[in-house]
């Protein structure tokens, strides 16, 4: 079985803080994505990355960067984080060409006061 | 471009009744279309895919979903409803570009509800 997790289930974290949120995979899949969860707004993709140091910008970029370092690990950074960021966020992967589905994280919800 | 809709953001039923969970695509190409569910809390968990071959997909927990080119649907139906299924429940297709990355395109979800 595909397993990816995320390094924290729950995470409070103050305005202005850099945030660090981790997912690792164990299917040797070449791309990983980060997404967003919001009520009424669905899943937004922020990032993606298709090989180690490779990365593209997803839809909503904006505030977030990313570091892929080794294969299996794809971090998402918050450089400052905001009250807007606030959000539930889920890490995926999935393998190429990319006709097979992604498989997720277990999520992590995180809040900015 | 592709894209995806989710008819009905809400759906209640019955425990042991049809669930039916509607979904429509936008695709130029064949498309490659999945359906996850997310229970409250959890990361979204793969209950089906289709990928070209048998129009009828059976998935996981007791779902499946046929694929109708003629009316670009890809529906989720189970025939008798369990408590345990309420959740949201997300269509989505994969996006093609530059790259072979399996981008997908996720509808905004459905929320099924199941009375007792």
């Known amino acids: 079985d595909v397993k990816v997790t995320q390094s924290s289930r729950y995470l409070v974290k103050r305005t202005g803080e850099k945030v660090f949120l981790e997912c690792v995979q164990d299917m040797d899949h070449e791309n990983m994505f980060w997404y967003r969860q919001d009520p009424g707004l669905g899943l937004r993709l922020i990032y993606f990355?298709?090989?180690?140091?490779?990365?593209e910008k997803g839809d909503i970029p904006e505030g977030y960067s990313v570091s892929r370092e080794k294969k299996e690990r794809f971090s998402l950074i918050l450089e400052s984080a905001s009250t807007n960021q606030t959000s539930m966020y889920l890490c995926a992967s999935s393998s190429t060409p990319g006709t097979g589905p992604q498989y997720f994280g277990p999520g992590t919800r995180l809040l900015v006061l | 471009a592709q894209s995806v809709t989710q008819l009905g953001s809400h759906v209640s039923v019955s425990e042991g009744a049809l669930v039916l969970l509607r979904c429509n695509y936008s695709s130029s190409v064949p498309p490659y279309l999945f359906w996850y569910v997310q229970y409250p809390n959890q990361g979204l968990q793969l209950l089906l895919k289709?990928?070209?071959?048998?129009?009828l997909v059976k998935g996981i927990n007791g779902f499946e979903a046929e694929f109708k080119k003629s009316e670009t649907s890809f529906h989720l139906t189970k025939p008798s409803a369990h408590m345990s299924d309420a959740a949201e429940y997300f269509c989505a297709v994969r996006t093609y570009g530059s790259s072979n990355t399996g981008k997908l395109i996720f509808g905004q979800g459905t929320t099924l509800q199941v009375k007792p």
């Open positions: 289709y990928t070209s071959a048998a129009t």
């Open positions: 990355s298709y090989d180690v140091k490779m990365k």
